[in-house]
């Protein structure tokens, strides 16, 4: 059964870090391509990082320098570690790997001014 389960989410002052992992089972990792995804209040869900098999990263402008994905295929888990938090960022975020379709549950991120 394929699963993804995140966390590491929680309540940070703007500047801070934060690093989120995705543990995923069911499936093998390292030959596939996971994103992390955020949704705001009221607004869409927006792709905010993508790791692929080959180890190929990605990101939307908005987090570019401050968000890096990583994937530890040994643990099974991806990271996202998120540095320089600004209010913007507050969301739940998902990871989602997509041969699969599947989403984890999320994780609450607050950032507070």
């Known amino acids: 059964q394929v699963q993804l389960v995140e966390s590491g989410g929680g309540l940070v002052q703007a500047g801070g870090s934060l690093r989120l992992s995705c543990a995923a089972s069911?499936?093998?990792?390292?030959?596939?391509?996971i994103d992390w995804y955020r949704q705001a209040p009221g607004k869409q869900r927006e792709a905010v990082a993508t790791i692929r098999s080959g180890g190929s990263t990605s990101y939307v402008d908005t987090v570019v320098g401050r968000f890096s994905i990583s994937g530890d295929n040994a643990k099974t888990t991806v990271y996202l570690q998120m540095n320089s938090l600004n209010p913007e960022d507050t969301a739940v975020y998902y990871c989602?790997?997509?041969?699969?379709?599947?989403w984890g549950q999320g994780t609450q991120v607050t950032v507070s001014a």
């Open positions: 069911g499936f093998t990792l390292s030959v596939n391509t």
């Open positions: 989602y790997v997509r041969r699969f379709a599947t």
